[in-house]
């Protein structure tokens, strides 16, 4: 009974560095989003996904990529970290106007 | 365009005491609304939601009513305890949509204090 898993947990990142968020999800839905939460901002939604092989641009996509290779994995890269990227960031999945599971989120420092 | 909006937080209360956060939406179409809820360094969770106008939606002593003439979902309990305290997040989904799904409001921190 997994859900949605997020990997790693934690990371600390020096400026200019690159790293791959994973998401994985076990319950066949077809829709992935990846969010960043920050202090008194909510959620911001950056990439998301309709569908394997698919991938759209949320709120704030720059500085961010991603990829849906297999239905059940969503990355999120960052292929040259900046301090501005220091965030929580949630992985989430839902079917269709269906209720959204969310991983436990990613606590990133970019020092 | 589609949006969420929430009261203004923090929320402060003590225990035993009536909640309310205000939610009001703006959505093309017929959306489901929901409520979730963060606790301390976890991920949302789904606390209540509804699918049509005049449900209710309930658990764990908080409820929220889908009124479409007011485009509202506010969320109520009765006596809160210390342990709601949380952030909340008022949140809807779109019908037929195949873009982005999901629309979140900024959240709300409730302090419920002994």
Known sequence: N??????PKFRVLKTGQSMTLLCAQDMNHEYMYWYRQDPGMGLRLIHYSVGEGTTAKGEVPDGYNVSRLKKQNFLLG???????????????SSQLQGRAFFGQGTRLTVV | GNSVTQMEGPVTLSEEA??????????????SLFWYVQYPGEGLQLLLKATKADDKGSNKGFEATYRKETTSFHLEKGSVQVSDSAVYFCALSLPGNYGQNFVFGPGTRLSVLP
């Open chain 1, 78 to 92: 960052l292929e040259s970290a900046a301090p501005s990227q220091t965030s929580v960031y949630f992985c989430a």
């Open chain 1, 2 to 7: 997994a859900g949605v898993t997020q990997t």
């Open chain 2, 18 to 31: 009536f909640l309310t956060i205000n939610c009001t939406y703006t959505a093309t179409g017929y959306p």
